[in-house]
């Protein structure tokens, strides 16, 4: 399943890499925690518990993922590509479809907040 946010602001693939790290993430979501580094990843609190989360650099933006969650959840914020060239897009995916309701709601949930902070912060 994939889910996407677009953030009506207007930002650049270097100021979405300087702006967003794993150190920096409590100050876009209310829901996660940068617990401390371990080698190129982070441990990282979620609404689902503790991580061990990737963070790299891409072309774009920057992407997440929760590298020991049994549906693979990963999200990329990205500027200057399509679906919207000029704002802010925030794309999630899991790697299993369907899945019970409250499990998306939950994702959606986690977007959300994603969504304020990146508007808050951008």
């Known amino acids: 399943m994939e889910f996407f946010r677009i953030i009506d602001k207007q930002a650049t ?9 794993p150190q920096s993430i409590e ?10 580094s371990v080698e190129n990843n982070f441990i990282g609190l979620t609404l689902w518990g503790e991580f061990n989360i990737s963070y790299d650099k ?3 933006g920057v992407r997440f993922a929760l590298l020991d969650c049994p549906n693979a959840l990963s999200w990329t ?3 200057g590509f399509p679906p919207e060239k000029n704002k802010i897009v925030l794309h ?3 790697n299993r479809t369907p899945k019970p309701l409250e499990f998306v709601e939950e994702i959606e949930e986690f977007l959300a907040e994603w969504e304020i902070g990146l508007n808050r912060e951008f």
Request: glycine share 4%; hydrophobic share 40%; with cysteine.
């Open 92 to 94: 999630c995916t899991i």
């Open 27 to 36: 100050e876009f979501t209310e829901t996660m925690l940068f617990i401390e």
């Open 13 to 21: 693939e270097e100021q979405l890499q300087e702006k967003i790290s």
């Open 77 to 79: 914020i990205t500027a």
């Open 58 to 60: 891409i072309n774009g």
